[in-house]
């Protein structure tokens, strides 16, 4: 099974290395991007670059901030999962889940918490702008939001992470043009091969890893059945 799963694999790569230096030059570019600074309990205090939010300071510390997590999966069940460019300023050539992102405050609207509208705008924006999935594909009523998470990562010691995560699931066959600058490869994988994929699929993202070995199984084994573990009143600390 897990040879299939590779043979299924869709690698970007060659196009990738084509646009190496431009695919560079915008992952600077949005390091300049606004991201949400929050508290432990996801009330917003502010915004600071994306750059700011990501560098690891001198006593260790990294800025909370929000962002999301998109698992998408197609109508037999099967999971998107993506590799992410060696061009990436944090994480480069690691693999991960379908969509992850921030919303930032430079898109009017990405800040709304009324049913966590904020968020949505800025999944869907993300996975037009990442691969290529026209908005129509994805109406905002489709998205199940489970819950989020807190975590954080030291990273390679220069960029990291430490977010509060929202998880969202998305059910869908939709028409992709993965951006060569975000994605190097992408692979759909089926439930029954999860664990032999993830096995040669290295290094993962933290966020990934985290929601892998502690949730991702189980929420996937309930596609049909999510309502029963949203919870949109605590945060999960990873």
Same mark, same amino acid.
């Given at each position: 099974?897990i040879?299939?799963?590779?043979?299924?694999?869709?690698s970007?790569?060659?196009?990738?290395?084509?646009c190496?230096?431009?695919?560079?030059?915008?992952?600077?570019?949005? #390091?300049?991007?606004?991201?949400?600074?929050?508290?432990?309990?996801?009330k917003?205090?502010g915004?600071?670059?994306?750059?700011?939010?990501?560098?690891?300071?001198?006593?260790?510390?990294?800025p909370?901030?929000r962002?999301?997590?998109?698992? #998408?999966f197609?109508?037999q069940?099967? #999971?998107?999962?993506?590799?992410?460019?060696?061009?990436?300023?944090?994480?480069?050539?690691h693999?991960t889940?379908?969509?992850?992102?921030?919303?930032?405050?430079?898109?009017?609207g990405?800040?709304?918490?009324?049913?966590?509208?904020?968020i949505?705008?800025?999944?869907?924006?993300?996975l037009?702008?990442?691969l290529?999935?026209?908005?129509?594909?994805i109406?905002?009523?489709n998205?199940?939001?489970l819950?989020?998470?807190?975590?954080?990562?030291?990273?390679?010691?220069?960029?990291?992470?430490?977010?509060?995560?929202?998880v969202?699931?998305?059910q869908a066959?939709?028409?992709?043009?993965?951006?060569?600058?975000?994605?190097?490869?992408?692979?759909?994988?089926?439930?029954?091969?999860?664990?032999?994929?993830?096995?040669v699929?290295?290094? #993962?993202?933290?966020?990934?890893?985290?929601?892998?070995?502690?949730?991702l199984?189980?929420?996937w084994?309930?596609?049909?059945?999510?309502?029963?573990?949203?919870?949109?009143?605590?945060?999960?600390?990873?």
């Open positions: 099974m040879g299939n799963c590779v043979r299924r694999c869709l970007l790569g060659k196009a990738s290395r084509m190496s230096t431009g695919a560079k030059e915008l992952q600077l570019q949005a #390091l300049n991007e606004k991201c949400f600074l929050v508290t432990p309990e996801d917003i205090i915004t600071a670059s994306k750059k700011e939010c990501h560098l690891v300071q001198k006593d260790g510390n990294i909370l901030h962002a999301f997590s998109v698992f #998408l197609n109508t069940g099967q #999971l998107l999962l993506q590799k992410r460019t060696p061009e990436k300023i944090t994480y480069p050539s693999f889940n379908s969509c992850c992102s921030h919303p930032i405050a430079d898109v009017p990405e800040d709304e918490e009324e049913n966590n509208m904020g949505l705008r800025a999944a869907q924006r993300r037009n702008y990442e290529g999935i026209s908005v129509d594909q109406p905002i009523q998205f199940n939001y819950t989020r998470i807190h975590y954080k990562d030291p990273g390679n010691g220069l960029w990291g992470e430490h977010e509060i995560d929202y969202l699931f998305l066959d939709v028409k992709m043009v993965p951006n060569p600058s975000e994605i190097s490869q992408i692979s759909f994988v089926p439930r029954d091969s999860i664990d032999e994929h993830v096995k699929l290295e290094p #993962l993202t933290p966020w990934f890893r985290l929601i892998y070995q502690t949730r199984k189980l929420w084994d309930n596609l049909d059945n999510l309502e029963k573990f949203k919870d949109h009143e605590n945060i999960l600390k990873l």
